[in-house]
Nanobody, 115 residues
Framework: VQLQASGGGLVQAGGSLRLSCAAS????????MGWFRQAPGKEREFVAA???????TLYADSVKGRFTISSDAKNTLYLQMNSLKVEDTAVYYC??????????WGQGTQVTVSS
């Protein structure tokens, strides 16, 4: 599985951004897809996850109600981020797993939220 994330940038607090992740590989429909992030000086943390059909989603408490994870038939994963806060500033990673651990990671895209 190969993952290519894009869509990061600089936005003011309260604004919105949409991240995209182009996924390629065999049997993608069998993978759980998600997003992690890592802020400066902090450990990577889980943000959100979904199956490809979108019938099952999971969010970190810190983003619930503000972020939405989704996917489309062209093997692209999205993270719609609304009401962004300064503390959302981080490098965001697109990830995939078939077992219990996220074995596949994209290259990361920087999101910076200014006050």
């Amino acid at each position: 599985v190969q993952l290519q994330a894009s869509g990061g940038g600089l936005v003011q607090a309260g604004g919105s951004l949409r991240l995209s992740c182009a996924a390629s590989g065999r049997t993608l429909s069998t993978y759980v897809m998600g997003w992690f992030r890592q802020a400066p000086g902090k450990e990577r943390e889980f943000v959100a996850a979904t199956n490809w059909s979108g019938s099952s989603t999971l969010y970190a408490d810190s983003v619930k109600g503000r972020f939405t994870i989704s996917s489309d038939a062209k093997n692209t994963l999205y993270l719609q981020m609304n009401s962004l806060k300064v503390e959302d500033t981080a490098v965001y990673y697109c990830v995939a797993r078939r077992g219990s651990t996220y074995d596949y990671w994209g290259q990361g895209t920087q999101v910076t939220v200014s006050s």
